[in-house]
């Protein structure tokens, strides 16, 4: 029997009792060191990737958000006891590090999307030319095209950064140069601040009537976790 790995916690003793994990497992607390792991058993060497499954892993992580910061490991964390003790003892500071920069915060997303025709040529002309001619004109358009999609989304990334930089600890920039989302990023804020972030977004998309924005959580701090890409490559799971 294996356990399926959820999120480190802190603070917590017992976890609410309508909390189901994978499969429908009870989830329970694992605590060394000072270090505290929601975990579910399961019989299995892998986890199906199916949307009962993911949405399932979502439920118990953010079931836990109203009580605490949960600092959330990725879909498919699965390993013995054994090795999660193992893992725990040697990293314990380095998780209680990231425990204390999320401490305290929930994640907000903000994407942008921009309606504008990224192409830098017209392509009224392209029906006239060769075939071979015609495909590496359309891909230079493409090419040129993807550069300025980005150059923009840099700027507006920036430009927005400057919007609501006081009311954030952290940022997670994802820059989209392959379609009109432009910007999709993660904000690190204090669960007190919150009512300030949205109020500073929603004055920031007052200047910008060009660009559309969503804005959704709060969420568990995923895009600030950084700890489930090594604990794979530790253990070798998937």
């Known amino acids: 029997m294996k356990l399926y ?14 909390l189901k994990g994978i499969a ?18 399961f019989a299995g060497d892998a986890v199906a990737v199916t949307r009962e499954n993911a949405l399932a892993h979502a439920a118990v992580v953010q079931g836990l958000l109203e009580r605490t910061t949960p600092l959330p490991f990725r879909f498919g964390a699965l390993v013995t006891e054994e090795q999660l003790q193992n ?3 040697a990293k314990r500071e380095a998780l209680q ?17 921009s309606d504008r025709d990224w192409t830098e040529e017209p392509a009224t002309n392209i029906g006239h030319e060769k075939p071979g001619t015609a495909f590496l004109s359309e891909k230079r358009r493409e090419i040129l095209g993807g550069e300025a999609r980005a150059q ?18 952290e940022i997670d920039f994802k820059p989209n140069t392959t379609s ?10 204090e669960r007190v601040r919150l009512d300030e972030f949205r109020q500073k977004v929603a004055a920031a998309r007052q200047h910008r009537p060009e660009l559309h924005f969503l804005v959704s959580g709060p969420w568990a701090p995923y895009s600030f976790a950084n700890i489930d890409l090594e604990f794979k490559t530790h253990f070798g799971v998937s």
Do not use: N
């Open 24 to 41: 429908g497992a009870a989830v329970r607390l694992l605590s060394w060191e000072k270090v505290s792991l929601v975990v579910s058993e």
């Open 152 to 169: 923009e989304a840099k700027r507006v990334a920036g430009w927005l950064e400057g919007q609501v930089r006081e009311v954030v600890r």
């Open 180 to 189: 009109k989302l432009i910007v999709a990023s993660g904000y690190l804020v």
């Open 87 to 89: 893992y725990v003892s």
């Open 97 to 113: 590090v990231k425990l204390e920069q999320v401490r305290g915060c929930v994640e907000m997303s903000v994407k942008i999307i």
């Open 5 to 18: 790995v959820y999120c480190l916690v802190e603070g917590m003793d017992e976890l609410p009792h309508s």
